[in-house]
């Protein structure tokens, strides 16, 4: 799902996959000028697991099992 801090104007995208295979999914269009990045995701190790990174070039993605993902549009 998609969190909006209108104030702010900041978005958030959250995922859970609480299966036990991946999934593919679709990211939704970030706002304008502004691509999504990885906050966390913890199908990383820790503490790999938290961190910023460069943005999210593929809007196709696979999320593994058990993981969360918060994405933030920068």
Known sequence: YTLLDEENE???FIVFNTDHVEHS???PIPPEGKNWHWI???SNQSPE???ESPSIAE???KILPYTSWILKAM
């Open 59 to 61: 809007q196709e993605q």
């Open 49 to 51: 697991d938290f961190f």
């Open 40 to 42: 966390v995701n913890t």
């Open 10 to 12: 900041e978005h958030l």
């Open 25 to 27: 999914i679709s990211l």
